[in-house]
Each structure stands twice: as C-alpha cells, then as structure tokens.
C-alpha cells in the first residue's frame, strides 16, 4: 500500500508561483515513477509529467520551461514547481505513482487557481 498527501495548491496571481508537494508513505519501495496530472474545470483529467526515480522527466509541451518537477528521495517528496502560471493552468493537481505491481494509487488532490 501507497499513501500519498499533497499540498502547497492555493490562489495566485498570473505570472505567479506556487509548489506543490507529494509526500509518500507506505511501500516506498514499489514506486519507480512520479506521474504528475491535472484536470480543469469540465475538463478530462490529463498527464503533465512524469519522473523517473532516476530523474529522468517527460514533460507535456503545456507546462515545458514554466513547470519543475524533482524529488527528494530521503523525504520521500515529489515536487511540482510551478512558474509563470496562467488562467488556463487553473486545475486540481493529482500526483499518481508509478508502481512496481501496477496499483494504481492517487493524491488527493490540490486545487490550483490562476486568476486576477
């Protein structure tokens, strides 16, 4: 079993910065991945990143250059930074692990809200 907590989410202004953290608990172990996603308002949930536990990071082409994503593995924290924000990133972010026996474990989520 996998428990994550996330936090750090809020109201920002555009242009603004927020982070996000992810914090497991539970069978560390079988987590080889980070996968971090989103879904706005009336929208499909969708994939932003993904970190591997080696660092290697896949970023979606929305959120490139504006969004950092890294690990402190003695923490057992995944972190979202996010930078220059806009309107349309406005969305609860979800972190989801990639797992060893394919289980499929979510964050709670974290509302984020870029507005004026």
């Known amino acids: 079993q996998v428990q994550l907590v996330q936090s750090g989410g809020g109201l920002v202004q555009p242009g603004g910065s927020l982070t996000l953290s992810c914090v497991a608990s539970g069978s560390i172990g079988d987590i080889y991945a980070m996968g971090w996603y989103r879904q706005a308002p009336g929208k499909q949930r969708e994939s932003i990143a993904t970190?591997?536990?080696?660092?290697?990071?896949h970023v979606d082409d929305s959120v490139k250059g504006r969004f950092t994503f890294s690990r402190d593995s003695a923490k057992n924290t995944w972190y979202l930074q996010m930078d220059s924000l806009k309107p349309e990133d406005t969305a609860v972010y979800y972190c989801h692990p990639a797992t060893l026996d394919g289980t499929d474990y979510w964050g709670n989520g974290t509302p984020v809200t870029v507005s004026s």
């Open positions: 970190i591997t536990n080696g660092g290697n990071t």
